[in-house]
């Protein structure tokens, strides 16, 4: 599977984005998938996922309420929808694809990984 994410940019704080990642190759529709960012100095850590047929979605504490994870079988698509960003939302993001059963939160879990858009908030 090749994933490409895109949308990231600069706004500003309590501003919206919605990132895109588009998949190729074999089955979307087989694959869980995952948000992840990383910032500057920091580990590459879970944001949302989602199962392979959109029924389970799971989001890490800290975006709860502000983003919501989404997918489109039929574009061979996922969607992560930020609202309301914080300048700690700030990081490179990285969008995956597992081929294990339900939402999975570690990046051993990911089978396979997009190349990251970069979204910076301004305070």
């Known amino acids: 599977v090749q994933l490409q994410a895109c949308g990231g940019g600069l706004v500003q704080a309590g501003g919206s984005l919605r990132l895109s990642c588009a998949a190729s190759?074999?089955?979307?529709?087989?694959?869980?998938m995952g948000w992840f960012r990383q910032a500057p100095g920091k580990e590459r850590e879970f944001v949302g996922g989602?199962?392979?047929?959109?029924?389970?979605?799971s989001y890490a504490d800290s975006v709860k309420g502000r983003f919501t994870i989404s997918r489109d079988n039929a574009k061979n698509t996922v969607y992560l929808q930020m609202n309301s960003l914080k300048p700690e939302d700030t990081a490179v993001y990285y969008c995956?694809?597992?081929?294990?059963?339900?939402?999975?939160?570690?990046?051993?879990?990911?089978?396979?990984w997009g190349q990251g858009t970069q979204v910076t908030v301004s305070s």
């Open positions: 190759g074999r089955p979307f529709s087989s694959y869980a």
């Open positions: 989602i199962s392979w047929s959109g029924g389970t979605t």
């Open positions: 995956a694809a597992s081929a294990r059963f339900g939402t999975r939160v570690a990046t051993r879990e990911y089978d396979y």
